[in-house]
């Protein structure tokens, strides 16, 4: 009885230590529309890459195979709103109302490390159900990842907001985010905003540029552009044609172009970037949004003699024009 008491009450101090200061691990593997988090004893902070509906948002539901009656392993949950400054918990039993979002980063306390699967709807690219967004305060926000099964560089996925500073949690410490470092789906994150705004996951405000490291090991890439109506836009990805003959398509593959209009195609040099040679080098096309709506480019990077290597690498970029 004495041990059950000083157990919740630790629990309930938990919003003490759960600050970015000092982060406890989940290690995630992810499928379409399925997502599995191997949780650890102890803190876990994690996050759903889907949106789950209606009654299914309980964490009786989601957590339902934590909270077995022979062997209950879930202690409690904690999420935290920033714009508030509140911390909501949830305790199995207690009849607590706590509802689990997308978007939103939570604490887990477990007595023992288990497996978890959870299954969703990821969210649709299309103009009839366009990416999500959410609202984020000034301060620390415990926010999650939630542009589908792939990792995405923060740089990305929190592009055009005013982010200051990230942090996440894994094997009991706090990791600092850097710039260049990925996101993971299932994983939750404190980022730090200066100012009241909307997290719009993996979509860009200026035009993309990507050098050859960024193709690799990922050598098909994708990523979203909002851009306004009339607007140019420019699209700049790295080569190595000096060493390996390797070149971008001198014309993007527009799935519309009624809706955008290719005005130019530039290649560069490791040579004419930098006076080095055998290095990246970068092509750098133009655009502009000629009409409102939803617009595929496609690039592709191929040898381009009879017998060449065809599309080592490519990239998909989806525009949203407003």
């Given at each position: 009885?004495?041990?059950?008491?000083?157990?919740?009450?630790?629990?309930?101090?938990?919003?003490?230590?759960?600050?970015?200061?000092?982060?406890?691990?989940?290690?995630v593997?992810?499928?379409?529309d399925?997502?599995?988090?191997?949780?650890?004893?102890?803190?876990?902070?994690?996050?759903?890459?889907?949106?789950?509906?209606?009654?299914?948002?309980?964490?009786?539901?989601?957590?339902?195979?934590?909270?077995?009656?022979?062997?209950?392993?879930?202690?409690?949950?904690?999420?935290?709103?920033?714009?508030?400054?509140?911390?909501?918990?949830?305790?199995?039993?207690?009849?607590?109302?706590?509802?689990?979002?997308?978007?939103?980063?939570?604490?887990?306390?477990?007595?023992?490390?288990?497996?978890?699967?959870?299954?969703?709807?990821?969210?649709?690219?299309?103009?009839?159900?366009?990416?999500?967004?959410?609202?984020?305060?000034?301060?620390?926000?415990?926010?999650?990842?939630?542009?589908?099964?792939?990792?995405?560089?923060?740089?990305?996925?929190?592009?055009?907001?005013?982010?200051?500073?990230a942090?996440?949690?894994?094997?009991?410490?706090?990791?600092?985010?850097?710039?260049?470092?990925?996101?993971?789906?299932?994983?939750?994150?404190?980022?730090?905003?200066?100012?009241?705004?909307t997290?719009?996951?993996?979509?860009?405000?200026?035009?993309?540029?990507?050098?050859?490291?960024?193709?690799?090991?990922?050598?098909?890439?994708?990523?979203?552009?909002?851009?306004?109506?009339?607007?140019?836009?420019?699209?700049?990805?790295?080569?190595?044609?000096?060493?390996t003959?390797?070149?971008?398509?001198?014309?993007?593959?527009?799935?519309?172009?009624?809706l955008?209009?290719?005005?130019?195609?530039?290649?560069?040099?490791?040579?004419q970037?930098?006076?080095?040679?055998?290095?990246?080098?970068?092509?750098?096309?133009?655009?502009?949004?000629?009409?409102?709506?939803?617009?595929?480019?496609?690039?592709?990077?191929?040898?381009?003699?009879?017998?060449?290597?065809?599309?080592?690498?490519?990239?998909?970029?989806?525009?949203?024009?407003?």
């Amino acid at each position: 009885m004495i041990r059950n008491i000083v157990k919740i009450f630790y629990l309930l101090l938990a919003p003490l230590i759960l600050l970015p200061s000092i982060l406890i691990a989940n290690t995630v593997n992810a499928e379409a529309d399925n997502l599995t988090l191997n949780l650890k004893a102890g803190w876990n902070l994690i996050s759903l890459p889907f949106n789950i509906d209606g009654e299914s948002r309980n964490p009786e539901i989601i957590f339902a195979s934590l909270l077995a009656s022979d062997n209950p392993n879930l202690n409690i949950i904690w999420s935290y709103e920033a714009c508030s400054n509140t911390w909501q918990a949830w305790i199995p039993g207690l009849g607590d109302t706590l509802q689990i979002y997308d978007g939103k980063g939570y604490w887990l306390n477990l007595d023992y490390s288990a497996t978890l699967s959870i299954n969703g709807t990821f969210s649709a690219i299309d103009p009839i159900n366009p990416p999500p967004q959410y609202s984020v305060c000034v301060d620390w926000n415990l926010i999650g990842f939630t542009n589908g099964t792939e990792s995405e560089l923060i740089d990305d996925y929190l592009g055009g907001t005013n982010f200051t500073y990230a942090w996440t949690f894994d094997n009991g410490t706090w990791y600092f985010i850097n710039s260049g470092d990925l996101l993971k789906p299932g994983q939750g994150y404190w980022v730090n905003f200066n100012q009241p705004d909307t997290v719009e996951p993996g979509i860009l405000n200026t035009g993309p540029v990507l050098t050859c490291d960024s193709f690799f090991p990922q050598n098909n890439l994708t990523q979203t552009l909002l851009v306004s109506q009339n607007n140019s836009f420019n699209v700049t990805l790295g080569n190595n044609s000096d060493s390996t003959g390797y070149v971008w398509s001198e014309e993007a593959n527009i799935d519309n172009p009624d809706l955008i209009q290719q005005l130019s195609h530039v290649q560069q040099s490791p040579e004419q970037l930098d006076g080095t040679t055998g290095g990246c080098g970068c092509d750098v096309w133009e655009f502009k949004a000629l009409e409102k709506g939803i617009c595929l480019i496609y690039f592709d990077y191929s040898q381009p003699w009879d017998g060449g290597d065809k599309s080592a690498w490519t990239y998909t970029l989806t525009v949203y024009i407003e």
